[in-house]
């Protein structure tokens, strides 16, 4: 599912708003949680989880295609911890805690 | 930030009575979460994806007793940030 089936699905339970002005919403949504994070606030989404924003130590890396050392500096990622309403919902799903599939590669 | 922050920016740019922008805010959270209970991944462009991963039962110790016990196979749910709300976070 991506950002425009969302939208889709709330349309179509809302009824009585344009796909265009859900659309203006679920933007505002995200672009809210962005701003926040990058204040470095954290969001708490109850049943869902919360985000916070953590500091990476700056840090000697590697470019692994040529091997040249490269300095990382200091920075911030977000980080994403699940909710314990959702993390129950998704291990008992439908197909239980299920053995596991073929990798799922994230992009 | 919680729920009603995001309630009162809705309410706020569009423009919407707070009751409808609450019931909107709860209908994107309840929707996402239906999705990922049935294992279907999200990908919000410009924010990160949301992935249900499958685990394998695993061998663990309970760090107190020092015994050791079997996690059982599980599904977990990760998110991977987007480039896009990376540097959000990162610029100057």
Sequence with gaps: MNKSD???ILTEQLKTLSRKEVDLIVDTVFDKMTESLSQGDRIEIRGFGSFEVRTRQARQGRNPKSGEKVFVTTRRVPF????????????????????PKQKVSGE | MTKADLVESIYEKIGFSKKESSDIVEMIFDTMKDTLERGEKIKISGFGNFVVRAKRPRMGRNPQTGQEIEISARRV????????????????
Aim: charged share 35%; aromatic share 6%; proline share 5%.
């Design chain 1, 6 to 8: 969302l939208v889709d």
């Design chain 1, 80 to 99: 994403f911890k699940v909710g314990k309403e959702l993390k129950e919902r998704i291990n008992g799903g439908p197909e239980g805690a299920a053995e």
């Design chain 2, 77 to 92: 749910l990760t998110f991977r940030p987007s480039q896009v709300l990376k540097q959000a976070l990162n610029k100057e």
